[in-house]
């Protein structure tokens, strides 16, 4: 199996900084996704990366290192509308991906 | 409007009964998926397919059958529904990157 670990719960506080790590044990996959979900809606792309470093969209930056099998997503100038629960996912080729159990972030004013 | 839509929304039906969720694409994407989605197991892959008449079990495909004779459309059936698959079940289509994109989603509930 691939064991992509999540943390279950994190709290930040709006407009600060929050970084969401992702752990893994695999090597083979096309790319590393992340989802933002909010409660009872679908999954929506966030951020992907394919080769290691940083990748940076707006308020949102994702990381990858695949010889350490760790990725994180930083999430910036955080605003309530950010409470959601992100997915980290392996993956990316005819068999789809792979998730984690999901981060449940809760935004404070 | 482009995009994957799928239908019903929300859907009850009793134990043994044979239900099929709708999932339709327009962006032409060759791959789709199945998941469903429960609390303490995150989405779970049941079936994908990588293009009309290609399918291929995932993780969790006991109880499921798909069919892919277009492009567009991939629909799921449970042959005999029992209570174990009361869940959320989202259809997913990917482009050439391996980015997927999710319909809205669908709620069973098996009684």
């Known amino acids: 199996g691939q064991n992509i670990d999540q943390p279950t719960e994190m709290t930040a506080t709006e407009g600060a900084i929050v970084q969401i790590n992702c752990t893994y044990q695999?090597?083979?996959?096309?790319?590393l996704f992340w989802y933002q979900q909010h409660a009872g809606e679908a999954p929506t792309f966030l951020s992907y990366?394919?080769?290691?470093g940083l990748e940076e969209k707006g308020r949102f930056s994702s990381f990858l290192s695949r010889s350490k099998g760790y990725s994180y997503l930083l999430l910036k100038e955080l605003q309530m509308k950010d409470s959601a629960s992100y997915l980290c996912?392996?993956?990316?080729?005819?068999?789809?991906?792979?998730f984690g159990k999901g981060t449940h972030l809760i935004i404070q004013p | 409007d482009a995009g994957i839509t799928q239908s019903p929304r929300y859907k009850i039906t009793e134990t043994g009964r044979q239900v099929t969720l709708m999932c339709h694409q327009t962006?032409?994407?060759?791959?789709m998926f199945w998941y469903r989605q429960d609390l303490g197991h995150g989405l779970r892959l049941i079936y994908y397919?990588?293009?009309?008449?290609?399918?291929d079990k995932g993780e969790v495909p006991d109880g499921y059958v798909v069919s892919r004779s277009k492009t567009e459309n991939f629909p799921l059936t449970l042959e005999s529904a029992t209570r174990s698959q009361t869940s959320v079940y989202f259809c997913?289509?990917?482009?050439?990157?391996?980015?997927?994109?999710f319909g809205q989603g669908t709620r069973l509930t098996v009684v």
């Open positions: 962006w032409s994407h060759s791959y």
């Open positions: 996912a392996l993956g990316g080729g005819a068999d789809g991906l792979t």
């Open positions: 997913a289509s990917s482009d050439p990157e391996g980015t997927a994109f």
């Open positions: 990366n394919v080769l290691d």
């Open positions: 695999t090597s083979g996959f096309n790319g």
């Open positions: 397919s990588a293009a009309a008449d290609i399918t």
